[in-house]
């Protein structure tokens, strides 16, 4: 093992892709969800306010092209030289009618700068034959394709109303990654229910799934959710995690992971006027600098207790 090896990092796979800086930005491409709309369910998942994912430039109202230039806009004063992934975030990307989706794709990768698209979605809406189309445009331009996994637990996909199994999961991540594709998960660690140990072996399942990247995020309690009001009425059925037990956990889980996947994030930042708890105060990056000071004090990296 390489001694200054502690996990495989989001912008050392971009290297791999792209000689030049690239940086995603965060559309609101006005998809529902099949959970929202009575085709799954109603009310959508019981921790989601999808307002926390969407920066001030995402509005439904504009077009893709204005909420990437003025995404563009937003971070150019960083690095001029900079160039774009289209990121397909709010709620269900995939899920619409073929032609109308790949407009939509196609607009994104029609702007100037944009090398490539992120789209995000749930894994019981990946028809065939947009995976015909994704790998056929991945020939030319950057595809990764983000699933919300959030448990491979399926009790806790159904207290947290997700609509969808983790048979569901497992068989889009292998129909994704047959076709070439990278593919994506993103995981809630701390969700109702769930143990300390049920957490760690998660890693050990995902890690039997041909995934390229994993997002690892803290339970957020967010205001206006079904889950904050879950937690004003049983808050012992809940554990939010202090920060240190959270990196401890997420040391752990990392350890446990098959040493090739590669982890972008560890915690997700809700913006503070929606957010109830835990409210660490961190950023993304400072929490990360945590996580990688821990691991080398501790003589650990990603795989270490993986089999």
């Known amino acids: 093992m390489n001694q200054n ?11 791999k892709y792209f000689p030049f800086k690239v940086q995603k930005i965060s559309l609101n491409a006005g998809f529902t969800c099949p959970n929202r709309d009575g085709t799954k369910g109603l009310g959508g998942c019981t ?21 990437l230039e003025e995404g563009k806009v937003f971070f150019s004063h ?36 944009v090398v490539g698209l992120v ?97 690892i995020h803290q339970l957020q309690l967010i205001r206006g959710t079904k889950m904050a009001r879950e937690y004003e009425e049983h808050p012992e059925q809940f554990q939010l995690f202090d920060i240190e037990k959270y990196i401890d956990v997420v040391i752990e889980y990392i350890e446990h992971l098959r040493p090739d996947i590669v982890l972008e994030r560890f915690i997700s930042q809700s913006p503070k006027e929606l957010l109830i708890a835990p409210d660490w105060g961190l950023k993304n990056y400072e929490f990360t600098a945590r996580i990688q000071k821990k691991m080398k004090e501790k003589g650990t990296w990603q795989g270490k207790r993986f089999s």
């Not at 926390?52 to 077009?63: D, G, I, R, V």
């Not at 001029?80 to 790949?102: D, I, R, S, V, W």
């Not at 990654?177 to 050990?204: C, D, F, K, N, Y």
């Open 119 to 215: 789209i995000g979605t749930r894994p019981d809406c990946m028809p065939d034959s947009l995976l015909d189309y994704l790998e056929q445009i991945s020939k030319q331009t950057f595809v990764l394709v983000e699933y919300g996994i959030e448990s491979t637990s399926n009790e806790t996909l159904k207290r947290i109303n997700r609509g969808h199994t983790f048979a569901d999961t497992t068989s889009a991540v292998q129909r994704t990654a047959a076709r070439g594709l990278l593919t994506g998960g993103h995981v809630i660690l701390g969700l109702p229910g769930e143990t300390h140990s049920g957490m760690v072996e998660q890693a050990g399942v995902l890690s039997q799934l041909p995934l390229t990247t994993l997002k």
């Open 78 to 113: 960083k690095y001029p030289e900079m160039k774009y992934l289209a990121y397909f975030q709010a709620y269900t990307n995939t899920y619409g009618e073929l032609e109308n989706l790949k407009r939509k794709y196609e607009e994104a990768l029609n702007t100037s700068d």
């Open 47 to 67: 921790y989601c306010n999808n307002q926390t994912f969407n920066p001030a430039y995402c509005k439904t109202e504009k077009s893709i092209t204005q909420q």
């Open 5 to 15: 090896f502690l996990y495989n990092e989001f912008p050392t796979f971009l290297k």
